[in-house]
């Protein structure tokens, strides 16, 4: 009795009359119908792939002649629309009872295992070839880390170097000019009326010019201090922070008359005397950038935008066109002839670096002829169990 199992099928070759026999199964599962009439060797020969067949009956060959009883082969037969499928043979030759050559065996169909194979040495190739671009890249990014590690210590050094020369050379160039300054103040004492008027007028220049030059030199000293030594954040109380601002400004806010006005302010993380200092150099700005006879009028703004505390300076000024609203935080940028506004251009950049060295950022919103709004955001600290002017702010109900 002959019985098979599924994907299976049995097969017989009486070599002496060259008669075949395939089980149903096989025939089934090349798409052709169960009696197909395969009863001769070439049957067999004729449906092998053409990359197979000089192979697969070598090793037929050879097995019989070597006196080998077993056979196994792996080969693709022909489906009946022309496509091919992977089979695998095992067979046992050998005499039967009557004494006639048979070989019998079973066909095995294996074609989705060959092709699960063929996926499985795709996947290794695709690997290998993504371990080794793995591997390149890491080697690429470790040649790159380390340019980038002497890059940022020869900037260091280099940035210390000009802190250093920024430094040394501030002071050691305040000291002539303030020498300057004095001796031509004692001029006029010394020689009383006998000083020409003429001489009078030049030594005023050489005064004005002697002060402005000790604002140039003290400015860039200003900035590169504004971004030196690592940051120190912690709560401030901004209402303290304008007071100090205010106070410095006490004596320009009296002669021009002018109006300050705030929003409630909370506490804030940061640095306290930078975040003074941003405040005194734009409320300085907003008091110094006014038109003729105009009464300064400046409204500290707050409001809370998620886990941050948008604050700002507002005034009545005379603004400025938007189109420079980027440049004009450039060091030494000057949107106004310094005839008719003193100054060198530096509090605003010195502002940008505060703000983002506090991982923030600084803008500003302005109309010629109609005011600006200079804007910055800082980090709220977390909000404790006591009501506090941030809470009021973000729960908006502000008056």
Same mark, same amino acid.
């Given at each position: 009795?002959?019985?098979?199992?599924?994907?299976?099928?049995?097969?017989?070759?009486?070599?002496?009359?060259?008669?075949?026999?395939?089980?149903?199964?096989?025939? *089934?599962? +090349? @798409?052709?119908?169960?009696?197909?009439?395969?009863?001769?060797?070439?049957?067999?020969?004729?449906?092998?792939?053409?990359?197979? $067949?000089?192979?697969?009956?070598?090793?037929?060959?050879?097995?019989?002649?070597?006196?080998?009883?077993?056979?196994?082969? *792996?080969?693709?037969?022909?489906?009946?629309?022309?496509?091919?499928?992977?089979? +695998?043979?095992?067979?046992?030759?050998?005499?039967?009872?009557?004494?006639?050559?048979?070989?019998? @065996?079973?066909?095995?169909? &294996?074609?989705?295992? &060959?092709?699960?194979?063929?996926?499985?040495?795709?996947?290794?190739?695709? +690997?290998?070839?993504?371990?080794?671009?793995?591997?390149?890249?890491?080697?690429?990014?470790?040649?790159?880390?380390?340019?980038?590690?002497?890059?940022?210590?020869?900037?260091?050094?280099?940035?210390?170097?000009?802190?250093?020369?920024?430094?040394?050379?501030?002071?050691?160039?305040?000291?002539?000019?303030?020498?300057?300054?004095?001796?031509?103040? %004692?001029?006029?004492?010394?020689?009383?009326?006998?000083?020409?008027?003429?001489?009078?007028?030049?030594?005023?220049?050489?005064?004005?010019?002697?002060?402005?030059?000790? *604002?140039?030199?003290?400015?860039?000293?200003?900035?590169?201090?504004?971004?030196?030594?690592?940051?120190?954040?912690?709560?401030?109380? %901004?209402?303290?922070?304008?007071?100090?601002?205010?106070?410095?400004? $006490?004596?320009?806010?009296?002669?021009?008359?002018?109006?300050?006005?705030?929003?409630?302010?909370?506490?804030?993380?940061?640095?306290?005397?930078?975040?003074?200092?941003?405040?005194?150099?734009?409320?300085?700005?907003?008091?110094?950038?006014?038109?003729?006879?105009?009464?300064?009028?400046?409204?500290?703004?707050?409001?809370?935008?998620?886990?941050?505390?948008?604050?700002?300076?507002?005034?009545?000024?005379?603004?400025?066109?938007?189109?420079?609203?980027?440049?004009?935080?450039?060091?030494?940028?000057?949107?106004?002839?310094?005839?008719?506004?003193?100054?060198?251009?530096?509090?605003?950049?010195?502002?940008?670096?505060?703000?983002?060295?506090?991982?923030?950022?600084?803008?500003?919103?302005?109309? %010629?002829?109609?005011?600006?709004?200079?804007?910055?955001?800082?980090?709220?600290?977390?909000?404790?169990?006591?009501?506090?002017?941030?809470?009021?702010?973000?729960?908006?109900?502000?008056?």
């Amino acid at each position: 009795m002959l019985f098979e199992v599924p994907r299976s099928a049995f097969g017989s070759w009486n070599q002496d009359s060259d008669h075949i026999y395939y089980s149903p199964t096989l025939k *089934t599962q +090349l @798409g052709y119908p169960p009696h197909a009439p395969w009863e001769r060797y070439e049957d067999l020969e004729s449906r092998l792939h053409p990359c197979d $067949r000089e192979a697969v009956i070598d090793q037929i060959r050879t097995c019989l002649e070597s006196g080998d009883t077993a056979y196994s082969s *792996t080969f693709r037969l022909r489906n009946s629309d022309g496509s091919y499928r992977w089979i +695998l043979s095992l067979g046992k030759h050998g005499r039967d009872d009557d004494g006639r050559r048979r070989m019998i @065996g079973v066909h095995i169909d &294996v074609h989705q295992r &060959v092709a699960d194979e063929e996926e499985l040495r795709r996947l290794n190739r695709d +690997l290998q070839d993504t371990n080794c671009a793995l591997r390149k890249t890491a080697a690429d990014l470790e040649e790159s880390a380390d340019q980038l590690a002497k890059a940022n210590a020869h900037l260091a050094r280099t940035n210390a170097e000009l802190d250093r020369f920024t430094s040394v050379a501030s002071h050691d160039l305040q000291e002539p000019l303030r020498q300057l300054v004095s001796f031509c103040g %004692l001029l006029p004492r010394d020689l009383g009326t006998e000083l020409p008027e003429s001489a009078a007028k030049d030594l005023h220049y050489i005064v004005d010019a002697a002060t402005r030059m000790r *604002t140039l030199v003290r400015d860039p000293l200003d900035y590169s201090k504004a971004g030196e030594s690592a940051l120190e954040a912690n709560r401030v109380c %901004l209402d303290d922070c304008v007071d100090q601002a205010l106070a410095a400004l $006490r004596q320009r806010i009296d002669d021009t008359g002018a109006r300050i006005h705030r929003d409630p302010l909370p506490e804030v993380t940061g640095n306290a005397t930078l975040l003074t200092q941003v405040y005194q150099n734009l409320i300085g700005n907003a008091l110094k950038f006014v038109g003729p006879d105009q009464t300064p009028v400046v409204h500290l703004t707050c409001a809370a935008i998620g886990d941050q505390v948008v604050l700002g300076v507002r005034d009545n000024g005379i603004g400025f066109d938007s189109k420079h609203a980027e440049q004009i935080f450039q060091p030494f940028r000057r949107m106004h002839q310094r005839t008719s506004y003193d100054g060198n251009g530096i509090s605003l950049a010195v502002c940008q670096r505060v703000v983002e060295r506090h991982d923030s950022r600084i803008w500003v919103e302005s109309r %010629l002829g109609h005011g600006s709004h200079f804007r910055f955001s800082i980090p709220a600290p977390k909000l404790s169990a006591a009501p506090s002017p941030l809470s009021t702010l973000a729960d908006g109900s502000t008056g």
